[in-house]
Each structure stands twice: as structure tokens, then as C-alpha cells.
């Protein structure tokens, strides 16, 4: 997607020598690149959130492989950064299939082969979540374009955290649906779910933004009221590990507005890449990994000064004690869709869509 005029993705890779990313800690308030050279820096880069979103780490952890064997293609190598790298962030899944299907394709390869082959796996992974997000938005959009033919008015959009071309490679899961909706001239307004404690909504309003989405940054605890009063017309997130009974793991704080969009009978869909389903995963509710990030997240917020300049505030006092949970789980019966590569399907459908996964149950 373009950020003023110019055409970027979130990672890219330099020369089979390094890896380029969008530092997303200095968004929205400043566009910053890094170069990452290192696999250990990149461990970095995904524990941080440097890079962040289920899509994106999946992808950033495939060229962390790729940097390990530029390093050392041996398995014991290979197997060390793997490890770092898996245990950066614990719920996304997107992370361990990207480990090991990089792991597949370079086990199966002599030493001296591997390094070449690392990069060409992790291009080809980064370019399928390309295609991947093209093809949700090309379903979401016209889930949107109904809403508009039904109703004749613009269709309200209400999503949480963030799930945008910063999320992935490039176009998003949720939001490939707006912007494609969007471009094929649906009319639409984005509520955005400001996403507490680490504020993606600001993320979010910041890529809508730049498309020219007419959008609404909102509080986290507005949405139930928006639906009462009709204004919302369908929720669509993200998602981070969806079981395969087609429970969603998803940003903290995703649940309630599933619990709201419920009890005002507000279609609830989530855009789902197959990367992301969890085919192991039974009873998401309680066997999905959920990340407890640091307490400091809630402490203290960041922002701008009134001289435009980075500032911290301290929040809270460091004598109250702290719970940071980043996740949570949408039970399969408060889902009307998961929108996926390869269409929209009721959750207990999802199955039939990969007939192919079968195998890894
Ligand atoms: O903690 P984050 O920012 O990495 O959270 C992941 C997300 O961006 C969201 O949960 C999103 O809905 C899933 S990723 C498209």
C-alpha cells in the first residue's frame, strides 16, 4: 500500500544479505525503516513489536531462517534460531507454521544449497500472504457491497486492533476487505477500536487514513453502545490462531465486542488466512497459548508532547499490581463467518474449505 504516494510493504528483503522493515513502535507518528542483518536482531524486531501481527511475524520469522543460514546452515544452527524465534511471541500460529515449513524445505536440501533455497522460501512465503490477503479482501468486499445494496447507506465497519497491510505483507486480512470495498466505490465508514493498552487502533486509523477511508477512532468500551444504537453494521477482525472448530483468537478485548455485536444481532466475521488456523487446536477457549505481556504496556502510554516530541506517561502507580493477557478467544458460536483465501464459511465449515489439512489433525 502507498504511504504518501510511495508504494510499500512492511518487510522486504535486501539482497539476500538483510531484511527491511517498517519499525511499527514509531507509528503513527513517524514512517522509520530498519535493516535487519542478524536472525538474533529479528527476534528482536518480532518480540518487541517492531513488527507485529499474525501475517507479518509469520513472515518476519521465515526471514529470520533465512538470516540464520546466511550465518550457519547447519541443523543445530538452524534449530537454535528456530527456537528464539518461535518463542518471541507464543500466541500467533502464523509464527510456527512459517518455522517449519522453512525447516521442511531446507531439512530436505545438502548444507550447501540451503542458504540460497532459505531466501527463495521465505520470498515465496511473504508473496503467498500477499495473494493470500488479495483474495480474503476480494470476498469481504463484496460481503460489504451486499451490506450497501441492502441497506442504501454507507455501510459502518466496526473493527478492533489491528488487522491492515502493516499486519501482513501488504493489503491486510479485515481491512483488505475495506480497502478493496472501498476502491470499488462501496460507500463505508470504519469504527476503530483505539485497542488498549498498545493503541493499534492508532495503527489502524493511520493506514485508513492514508487510503482516504472515512473513519472514527473510538474508545474500546464504545462499541457495545454503537450497536444498540444501530450503528454498526457488521464487525470484522483479524485473527491470531483460529482452532479448528473455528474458535478465534484474537486481540484482547475482541470477545466483548462479539458478546455486544451478539445481543444486537451485528454480523461478527473474521478474516482468517489459512496459516493462521491451528488444525491441532481443539477447544480454543482452553488450550490456545495467550501472551502476558509487560506489565509497563498499562503503566505508561506514549505519545506526542504539545511540542510534537515523544513523550511517556506513567499511568499508573507502580504499587497496583498489573495484568497485561494480549488475547483472547472468540467462541465459534459467536462467529457468523470467517472470511478465508478460499471464501466465507460458517466456523463449523472451515474444514470443508481445506479438505488438504486432514492430515495434520
Ligand atoms: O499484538 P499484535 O499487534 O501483534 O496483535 C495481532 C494483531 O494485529 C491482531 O490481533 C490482529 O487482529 C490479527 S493479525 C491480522
Known sequence: MKVNGVA????????????????????????????LADWRAMVTAIASMQVRGAPLIGVAAAYGIALAANQDADEAALDAAGQQLLASRPTAVNLRWAVQRMRARLDALPRSERRAAAWREADAIAQEDVAINRSIGSYGSALLAQAYARTGRPVNVLTHCNAGWIATVDYGTALSSVYLAYDAGVPLHVWVDETRPRNQGLLTAWELGGHGVPHTLIADNAGGHLMQHGKVDIVLVGADRVGREGDVCNKIGTYLKALAARESSVPFYAAVPSPTIDWQLGDALREAPIEERAASELRIVQGLDERGRRASVELASPASAVANPAFDVTPARLVTGLITERGIVRPDQLASLFPEAGATR
Open 8 to 35: 510499500y510493504r512492511s518487510i522486504w528483503p535486501i539482497g539476500q544479505r538483510s531484511v527491511g522493515i517498517i519499525d511499527q513502535t514509531r507509528l503513527p507518528y513517524e514512517l522509520h525503516t530498519l535493516e
